[in-house]
């Protein structure tokens, strides 16, 4: 919801469409590239605590868009969200890999895969109709920073795995 709607709000600022363009460009490019770094550091250090600094950072990030000035900070908030919120589809996997094993991986990602498309095409829908109804950005950033604090909640109140040594054989 939050990327379909940065280049409205952007425009809507006052800042010329074919910036507000670019910033969303370079911070989906950036985002990109973030994701081999996430998948480095997850690999080496516990999926958890770095998914639960990912989503902070992520909605602190997003909270700029409520507190700056749009027209004068809109485009580097744009792409530093863009950047930082990149790593958390490579977080979830991490996580379910984590959690679940690579034995349920492949039906879990399944599963999700659904509800994640759905999401995907539902997004911007529903950014344009919280717009529509409240004539404001504002109720669809507060909309992400609520998801990312339930998010966090619930991240934070998952057990560690127990996990069982297997052998060879099995």
């Known amino acids: ?17 074919a910036t507000a363009t670019l910033a969303l460009s370079i911070s989906s490019f950036l985002g990109s590239f973030g994701n081999p770094i996430y998948g480095f550091i997850s690999d080496r250090l ?25 027209d004068q900070f809109g485009f580097i908030t744009v792409i530093v969200y863009g950047t930082v919120s990149g790593g958390l589809n490579i977080m979830g996997n991490m996580m379910m890999a984590h959690y679940f094993g690579k034995g349920s ?30 004539k404001s950005y504002l109720s669809i950033f507060l909309f992400g ?6 998010a966090l909640i619930c991240v934070s109140s998952i057990k560690n795995p127990n996990i069982e040594k297997r052998t060879i054989n099995e």
Do not use: E
């Open 1 to 17: 919801t939050i990327n379909f709607q940065v280049v409205p709000l952007l425009k809507s600022s006052g800042v010329p469409l």
């Open 46 to 70: 516990s999926p958890k605590p770095l998914t639960i600094g990912v989503l902070t950072l992520s909605c602190t990030t997003l909270l700029m868009f409520l507190i700056m000035p749009i």
């Open 105 to 134: 991986f492949g039906s879990i990602t399944g599963l999700m895969g659904v509800f994640q498309i759905s999401a995907l095409g539902l997004g911007p829908t529903f950014g344009t109709l919280l717009y529509t109804v409240t």
């Open 145 to 150: 920073a609520i998801s990312y604090v339930m």
